[in-house]
Every structure is written in structure tokens, then in C-alpha cells.
């Protein structure tokens, strides 16, 4: 019994370390690399809540950069929304935020309700957060997942469904 216990273990962890290593294409525009420690920074919800990277740490994060103007987002979005918000709202393991890149927060409240989504929206100015993950003048619709620990284990770009499904067993992976 200990034997087979030991081999499942294995296997996940192998199965663990395949789903989480992925080389990011280069024309995704991504700074950060995948292992790489997220860079601390705040941002303020449209709630006025102030959230703080740092204060995360022991959750499984995701972070999706977003636009109103952006129509894929708006394509990808329900999809964050059914299939990863309403699944993992309630676990105190898990926390999401869309990330919106540089628009004022009125737009960004009438953008949450005309999608609609429920999880937390950040607001960005001048695209502070966003620039510390992208190249200058790269697109939103991306999302980027964090471990426990902080470091970056997955990031997308546009709105694919082989990638978003892969991103939502990597979210499921890392909560088990």
C-alpha cells in the first residue's frame, strides 16, 4: 500500500511539473518568464479596495488584463467568469482580478456589467501593472497564473480554448 501510495504521489508530481512547464511563444510579448517571482505591486478594485501582491502569497492567483475596448476580452471574459470564477469564488486558496489597462473607473464599472462578470476589476493607469508583465505596445487579453509560492506557472495570451482549458487544469492542479 505504501508502495502505491508513493507511485501516485510520483505521478502527480510528474504530471504536476508537465502541466506547469510551458515555453511562452515570443510573440506573446511577455517580459516575465514562467518560474520567475511576480513583481509586488498594489492595485485599487472599483470597489476602492486596495490589494497588495505580497498579501496574496499562499494563494493560487490569476490575473487577467483586460480592456473595454478589447474584443476579445470581452469574448474570453464570460468564459473566466463561468468556468474559473464561479467554480473557485469561495475557496480561500484561490483569488482573481481582471486588470484593466489604463481607463478610468467609470468605464471599467459599465464594461463589468455589460459583460457581465463578478469577479474583482482592478484599475491600471497608464498601464503600471500591466507593463511590468508586457512589452510596451503588447495587447491585453492575457492571463497570467501564480503558485502558492508567488512565481509565475502559466500565462495565455488572446483567447484560445486549447490554451484556456490547459489554463484551467493548471488552476485545478495547483488547488488539489
Not at 508530481?13 to 511562452?24: D, M, R, S
Not at 476589476?121 to 511590468?132: E, M, R, S
Amino acid at each position: 500500500m505504501k508502495y502505491l501510495a508513493f507511485v501516485l504521489l510520483f505521478l502527480t508530481v510528474q504530471v504536476q511539473e508537465q502541466t506547469l512547464v510551458k515555453e511562452i511563444p515570443a510573440d506573446y510579448g511577455y517580459i516575465g518568464k514562467i518560474g520567475q517571482q511576480v513583481p509586488d505591486f498594489s492595485m485599487m478594485t472599483i470597489d476602492g479596495k486596495t490589494v497588495r501582491m505580497a498579501d496574496l502569497k499562499g494563494k493560487v492567483v490569476m490575473l487577467q488584463f483586460t480592456a473595454s475596448w478589447c474584443s476579445v476580452c470581452r469574448k474570453e471574459m464570460p468564459h473566466i467568469e463561468a468556468d474559473i470564477w464561479k467554480k473557485y469564488k469561495n475557496n480561500p486558496n484561490f483569488a482573481l482580478f481582471g486588470i484593466d489597462l489604463d481607463e478610468p473607473k467609470d468605464i471599467v464599472e459599465k464594461f463589468a456589467k455589460e459583460i457581465p462578470v463578478t469577479y474583482p476589476l482592478a484599475l491600471d493607469p497608464k498601464g503600471g501593472i500591466f507593463y511590468q508583465f508586457a512589452e510596451q505596445k503588447a495587447g491585453v487579453t492575457r492571463n497570467v497564473i501564480i503558485d502558492k509560492t508567488g512565481k509565475i506557472v502559466y500565462m495565455t495570451r488572446l483567447y484560445k480554448d486549447e490554451e484556456f482549458q490547459e489554463m484551467k487544469k493548471v488552476i485545478a492542479d495547483l488547488l488539489k
